[in-house]
T-cell receptor, first 113, second 111 residues
Framework: GQQLNQSPQSMFIQEGEDVSMNCTSS?????WLWYKQDPGEGPVLLIA?????ELTSNGRLTAQFGITRKDSFLNISASIPSDVGIYFC?????????????FGKGTKLSVKP | NAGVTQTPKFQVLKTGQSMTLQCAQD?????MYWYRQDPGMGLRLIYY???????DKGEVPNGYNVSRLNKREFSLRLESAAPSQTSVYFC??????????FGSGTRLTVV
């Protein structure tokens, strides 16, 4: 089945640093999504990307839909302690037989004040 | 996580016991999902339901059963719990192009 390779698995950074994480796939997707999961909570949608090449920002977050439709990255600028959590990428194709959202394994972000 | 309610939030079971995890949505969407989350494994799909009255297996269905009681509710049942089923369980609904909305999870420990 389809799989997403998300990297890095974990990051330990200093407050104020920028963060970059990415996802790659052997398959193309119609939509890329980025979620954040706070400790003890379910994942929450951060950014949705719908077009190849699209670059979208949400505050300090910037994400891009790769031109080949097989990859996406998420950048966080000037990290703060509340950025701590697990970030998941997800690829979405409409239709399909086993649910239509495929998740990466997550990037665990730790921020030192 | 407004719109998707999971109960209970925490549960401890003994090996061999059974239990049902409940999920209810108030967003009137057709598709509902059950995932389990384990450290380093990401989110793995257990079962899903594309519409009322239909259910399908996901990646890791063994040891689980599901019921789509009506459009609102999708329950996950463990008939004979095993320690390997210790995990965090999430229910989700599909909101089309915005992906999924998740509940806040059920933390299950099987001893």
């Amino acid at each position: 089945g389809q799989q997403l390779n998300q990297s890095p698995q974990s990051m330990f950074i200093q407050e104020g640093e920028d963060v970059s994480m990415n996802c790659t796939s052997s398959s193309i997707f119609n939509t890329w999504l980025w979620y954040k999961q706070d400790p003890g909570e379910g994942p929450v949608l951060l950014i949705a990307l719908y077009k190849a090449g699209e670059l979208t920002s949400n505050g300090r977050l910037t994400a891009q839909f790769g031109i080949t439709r097989k990859d996406s990255f998420l950048n966080i600028s000037a990290s703060i302690p509340s950025d701590v959590g697990i970030y998941f990428c997800a690829g979405l194709n409409y239709g399909g037989s086993q649910g239509n959202l495929i998740f990466g394994k997550g990037t665990k972000l730790s921020v030192k004040p | 996580n407004a719109g998707v309610t999971q109960t209970p939030k925490f549960q401890v079971l003994k090996t061999g016991q059974s239990m049902t995890l409940q999920c209810a949505q108030d967003m009137n969407h057709n598709s509902m999902y059950w995932y389990r989350q384990d450290p380093g494994m990401g989110l793995r799909l257990i079962y899903y339901s594309a519409s009322e009255g239909t259910t399908d297996k996901g990646e890791v269905p063994n040891g689980y059963n599901v019921s789509r009681l009506n459009k609102r509710e999708f329950s996950l049942r463990l008939e004979s719990a095993a320690p390997s089923q210790t995990s965090v369980y999430f229910c989700a609904i599909s909101t089309g192009g915005l992906g999924y909305t998740f509940g806040s999870g059920t933390r299950l420990t099987v001893v």
